[in-house]
């Protein structure tokens, strides 16, 4: 890659000097090199964290304050703190991904940012600036960064996360909040290969509805889909897929995932966003991608029972759902109370994995980033 367009990836001296801010207290028992290497080597997603954690402290009188990398470890939280009884939290998932040559890199985190700072406002939380979102990222991943894996396919999964900490059973915005993020080396996500998954779209429970917190990222909503997530697996499927809440007949997303769909005539269409739906990163690269790719990309409000009659007559080849976790999973088979259809061969879609290929490769340096999405964090 020629200078000039690496250069502009670098983190200009502004973010530097946020960066700088942080007060890095480094913790006096760091995980031994082997027990790091073995987490490394075979990480099972969420259970190993690294050896530090990033932190802002808020209050209303101060503002943000106290910006430290610290010892990763419990939190000690009174127990009439706000989160745990009106769930005023919100969070952020993104990855960092070691390139061949060494460094670390991460993917559209402004994105991610600016999604932050909106689920903030609709939470009533302070909006934490993009700048600071960014420098807490660097500056964690620059502290562990013998904890990002470097194998295919593996990255040090990062969540930033913000909640209510002030100690007040009084329903109002909380005065006081407390803003993490904590890392966690994670592996292929498939791990014999990408596998067609099945969905069980519910009937009976919504996600989301109108003027509801559908939009923001906030663990309310996750909560919300647990209990369909059961059912779906109840009747063999591997996740939920919610329709609109006040009609139940357009589709609308899986439980952390975006829906995309594929026609024979190389058209995709994906859910348009009503305020119910989260904005995907993801989604938003996968319709940049396919739309340099030459397709015809929707956003519409696409009806469950003209979706299942284009799987019957063949119109629809291929389904699949997206987010930074799986980046891409085929969906090869949909049912419900009164359906159950298998997508094309019920194997994952031509399209799909080129796609899916082709964003992967961006955000491992396999292939030039065109759009300028990554950022340089080590
Ligand atoms: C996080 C999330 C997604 C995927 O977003 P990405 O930015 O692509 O990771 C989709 N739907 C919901 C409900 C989510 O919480």
């Given at each position: 890659m020629s200078t000039p367009l690496a250069a502009q990836h670098e983190p200009s001296s502004s973010t530097e000097d946020l960066i700088a801010l942080f007060d890095v207290r480094r913790s006096d028992t760091p995980r031994p090199v082997e027990e790091r290497e073995a987490a490394i080597a075979a990480p099972k997603f969420g259970t190993v964290f690294t050896d530090h954690m990033a932190r802002i402290s808020w209050n209303s009188t101060d503002g943000w304050t106290d910006r430290r990398i610290e010892k990763y470890g419990p939190l000690q939280l009174d127990p009439a703190t706000a989160v745990l009884h009106y769930a005023q939290e919100i969070f952020e998932g993104m990855k960092a991904y070691r390139h061949a040559d060494g460094s670390v890199w991460t993917f559209r985190p402004e994105a991610n940012a600016e999604r932050f700072a909106r689920s903030a406002h609709r939470l009533a939380l302070p909006a934490l600036p993009v700048a600071d979102f960014v420098a807490s990222i660097t500056a964690l991943v620059r502290t562990d960064v013998d904890w990002v894996p470097s194998g295919e396919e593996a990255s040090l999964y990062l969540r930033p996360f913000m909640y209510a900490s002030e100690a007040f059973l009084g329903v109002r915005p909380s005065l006081e909040a407390e803003y993490l993020v904590i890392a966690s080396p994670v592996g292929p996500y498939f791990s014999g290969g990408v596998k067609p998954v099945s969905i069980w779209v519910d009937r009976e429970y919504s996600r989301a509805g109108a003027g509801g917190t559908g939009a923001a990222k906030c663990g309310g909503n996750y909560a919300s889909s647990l209990l369909p997530q059961m059912?779906?697996?109840?009747?063999?499927?591997?996740?939920?897929?919610?329709?609109?809440?006040?009609?139940?007949?357009?589709?609308?997303?899986?439980?952390?995932?975006?829906?995309?769909?594929?026609?024979?005539?190389?058209?995709?269409?994906?859910?348009?966003?009503?305020?119910?739906?989260?904005?995907?990163?993801?989604?938003?690269?996968?319709?940049?991608?396919?739309t340099d790719r030459g397709h015809e990309v929707v956003e519409r409000r696409i009806p469950l029972d003209e979706l299942l009659d284009g799987i019957r007559d063949g119109s629809v080849t291929e389904v699949f759902a997206c987010g930074t976790a799986a980046v891409i999973t085929p969906i090869g088979r949909l049912a419900g109370s009164d359906f159950d259809v298998t997508i094309a061969d019920g194997g994952a879609g031509q399209l799909t994995m080129a796609v899916r290929t082709e964003l992967t490769d961006i955000q491992t340096g396999r292939s030039a980033d065109r759009h300028g999405w990554l950022r340089r964090l080590a």
């Open positions: 059912v779906a697996q109840q009747h063999g499927c591997e996740q939920v897929c919610f329709l609109d809440s006040a009609t139940r007949t357009h589709l609308e997303e899986l439980g952390g995932m975006n829906v995309f769909v594929v026609r024979a005539d190389g058209s995709v269409e994906t859910p348009e966003l009503t305020g119910s739906i989260l904005e995907g990163v993801t989604r938003s690269s996968i319709i940049q991608l396919l």
